[in-house]
């Protein structure tokens, strides 16, 4: 098993870890914050070009959606009342732009499907195999169903998602709180826990909480997003999980 021979328990983010969800999140995002920068344009010409991918990794991955709607308009210079969660999806508050956002992903979800990566399923029989607990951790409130649809949600006694972080009050990513709690319901400390993650903040996360192995994942082949995630905190970076079941195949830091 490579890295994970000496933990005891592993914390799996759900999107662009287990599922390839995080490119419908992405589709969605570009979606809603393109038609909230036409209707509220930025003063600064540069400022108006479309949401991209690197901004989907430097703003909002990771990070709950109200969260990812005010650090991305904040980039911007785009200034919209914060509103409220009765908000109505639209572009007029950062409520209803993220609104806007999980109206959109709902809709892509239902057209589109979800699978687990293949990778990282024989990653979970494995650890199954060997008796490591597992547990899901995710911003999304649709993690449960993103891992029920994809046939996962056995694999995992134990899932922190969106809505419970939430009625938990527990603060979004980089603060280590979700995977604290995920870890918790394992009934392992942090010192014999690993935490998966592919995003900036997930793997500072994991890095703030004190995890013996924080491994990070990047699916994305782009410049910079592998040393951004050592830069962040990962003590590996794996391109498919199914590299980490051989000691050889992982790049450390």
Known sequence: MGCLQHVEGVVFDTDGVITDSARVHAAAWKAAFDACLKAHPPADPPARRPFDRDDYLRYVDG??????????LA???VVLPTGTLADPPGTDSVAAVAAYKEQLFAERLLAQGIEAYPGTLLLLRRLRERGVAMAAASASRHAGELLGRSGVLPYFTALVDGAEAARLGLPGKPAPDLFLEAAGRLGLPPGRTAVVEDSLAGVEAGTRGGFRLVVGVDRSAAPGTRAALLDRGAHIVVNDLAELLTADSTEER
């Open 63 to 72: 990070r709950s959606r109200l969260d990812g709607a005010a650090s991305f």
């Open 75 to 77: 980039s911007r210079s």
